[in-house]
C-alpha cells in the first residue's frame, strides 16, 4: 500500500491526502481487509501466533511500576528502540539531515546531487512499513484475534501525533501514550466505580485530530509548528 501511495504522490504528483483516504477506504474496513477476513473466516479463530509479556514474573508483578514498565509484549519495547533511532537517524546521520533537507527545500536538496524521488519514495515505504507493524499490534498484542475494522480508525490519530509533536520523534513517543490514556481512561474509572460515557474519551483522540489538520491547513500554523515547508508539495525537477 505505501508503494502504490508513492507512485500516486511521488511520480503521479496526486494529492496525498485524497491518495491517503483513497487507499485506506480501499485496504481497510470495508474493503480488501474485510474481503480477506471473510474469505479465510479470520474471526472465527483467535491468532495461531501473538505477543506476550516475556520478562519474569517478579518484574511484572512489582508495584506501580511492574505493570507499566515491565508487563509489556516485545513490541511495545520495540518501538521504544525505533523512537530513538529515528531521532539519532533525523539528527546525526548524514542519511537523516538529507531527509531533512528534502522536506524542507527539494529543489536546494536536488542542486546538492540528491536524488529527491529515491529519498521520498524509500521513507514512504519505510513508513508505510512501520505502520504495518503498528496495525499488528492491534491483532496479535492487544487483541490477538482478526475483527473487522480492529483498529477503528486509530493509523488517522498517527496524523494529529506528529503534529503535535512539532514532527520530533521523542515528543510523538509522549503524544501516543497521552492519546491512549484517554481511550483507556473510562475503562479504568468504570473498574473503581465511576462512571463515565466511554464514547465521550474515545472520541477525543479524533477530535483533537480533526483540529490537528484544521491547524495546519494554512502555511504560516505550518511553520510555526515546524512543518517541513515542502510537506505534502510535489516536487518537479527542473532539467539543467
Known amino acids: 500500500m505505501a508503494l502504490i501511495h508513492s507512485f500516486l ?13 483513497a487507499l485506506t477506504i480501499f485496504a481497510g474496513a470495508g474493503g480488501l481487509s474485510s ?3 471473510g474469505v479465510l473466516n479470520l474471526a472465527d479463530a483467535p491468532a495461531r501466533h501473538q505477543f506476550n509479556a516475556f520478562l519474569p514474573a517478579g518484574l511484572r508483578h512489582a508495584q506501580i511500576v511492574g505493570p507499566i514498565l515491565f508487563d509489556q509484549t516485545a513490541l511495545v519495547y520495540v518501538s521504544w528502540v525505533f523512537v530513538a533511532l529515528a531521532m539519532l537517524y533525523l539528527t546525526r546521520t548524514r542519511l537523516g539531515l538529507n531527509v531533512r533537507a528534502v522536506g524542507e527545500s527539494p529543489e536546494a536538496a536536488d542542486a546538492m546531487g540528491i536524488n529527491v524521488t529515491a529519498y521520498r519514495y524509500a521513507h514512504t515505504i519505510a513508513g508505510g512499513a512501520l505502520a504495518g507493524i503498528g496495525g499488528a499490534a492491534f491483532s496479535l498484542a492487544i487483541t490477538p484475534q482478526w475483527v473487522d475494522g480492529l483498529t477503528e480508525g486509530a493509523g488517522w490519530i498517527a496524523i494529529a501525533l506528529v503534529i503535535f509533536a512539532f514532527w520530533r520523534p521523542g515528543l ?7 492519546f491512549g490514556a484517554f481511550a483507556g481512561l473510562p475503562f479504568t474509572l468504570q473498574s473503581r466505580g465511576v462512571t463515565i460515557v466511554p464514547e465521550l474519551f474515545q472520541a477525543l483522540p479524533y477530535v483533537m485530530t480533526v483540529l490537528a489538520l484544521v491547524l495546519v491547513s494554512s502555511a504560516g500554523a505550518r511553520r510555526h509548528l515546524g512543518a517541513p515547508s515542502a510537506l505534502g508539495i510535489p516536487h518537479v525537477r527542473e532539467e539543467r
Do not use: E, K, P, W
Not at 15 to 21: A, P, Y
Not at 172 to 178: E, I, M, P, S
Open 172 to 178: 510523538c513517543l509522549l503524544g501516543a501514550y497521552f
Open 9 to 21: 504522490v511521488i511520480t503521479l504528483r496526486a494529492n496525498q491526502i485524497v491518495s491517503g483516504l
Open 35 to 37: 474481503y480477506l477476513g
